[in-house]
């Protein structure tokens, strides 16, 4: 399962806020900023730190994209 911070940028652009200022408000670090940019995994204290930051929700900023379901050797051969 991945992950999508695609939330949180919209809710930057809403709030007139850069990444940098974010990252600066929220105390967090530019590399958890890199990670959130390319939808990686960050601890649960760098998303405290935002939702803190943003007064909002965990899911106000981030959302699980569920895998695409594989074909099975079986399925792939109908």
């Given at each position: 399962?991945?992950?999508?911070?695609?939330?949180l940028?919209?809710?930057?652009?809403?709030?007139?806020?850069?990444?940098s200022?974010l990252?600066?408000?929220?105390?967090?670090?530019?590399?958890?900023?890199?990670?959130?940019?390319?939808d990686?995994?960050?601890?649960?204290?760098?998303?405290?730190?935002?939702?803190?930051?943003?007064?909002?929700?965990?899911?106000?900023?981030?959302?699980?994209?569920?895998d695409?379901?594989?074909?099975?050797?079986?399925?792939?051969?109908?």
């Amino acid at each position: 399962m991945k992950m999508s911070y695609n939330k949180l940028w919209k809710l930057l652009i809403d709030k007139q806020m850069k990444k940098s200022d974010l990252r600066k408000k929220a105390g967090i670090s530019s590399s958890s900023l890199a990670k959130l940019t390319k939808d990686e995994n960050v601890t649960t204290e760098v998303l405290a730190k935002i939702c803190q930051e943003l007064q909002c929700d965990v899911a106000d900023i981030m959302e699980f994209i569920p895998d695409e379901p594989q074909e099975t050797e079986t399925e792939a051969q109908e």
